[in-house]
């Protein structure tokens, strides 16, 4: 069963910029599209952005311009650049495939505040 690690997350000011990562233990990285999930308070999980096998990515609405995924297969690991922050960004930030069908991490906290 193929596990992940994520982490890079934390506190920052409103407009303020994180890089995620994500390592993917076990082999079979490299051909999945890969997605960023996170669940903010009160809300449930929700798909942010997902980078297939052959480097195609898509975002929602609501951070296209501002959140980058990309992947390293050498490494198997997927990192979400996220520039200009807002408060509205804080939850917690998961990784996994777009089929959602590895074992889900523990995530990374990102709080967005003055």
């Known amino acids: 069963q193929v596990q992940l690690v994520e982490s890079g997350g934390g506190l920052v000011q409103p407009g303020g910029s994180l890089r995620l990562a994500c390592v993917a233990s076990g082999s079979g990285f490299a051909s999945r599209t890969m997605a960023w999930y996170r669940q903010t308070p009160g809300k449930q999980r929700e798909r942010v952005a997902f980078i297939s096998s052959s480097g195609d990515t898509l975002y929602q609405d609501s951070v296209k311009g501002r959140f980058t995924i990309l992947r390293d297969n050498a490494k198997n690991t997927v990192y979400l650049q996220i520039n200009s922050l807002k408060p509205e960004d804080t939850g917690l930030y998961y990784c996994?495939?777009?089929?959602?069908?590895?074992?889900w991490g523990q995530g990374t906290r990102v709080t967005v505040s003055s």
């Open positions: 996994n495939t777009r089929a959602m069908d590895y074992l």
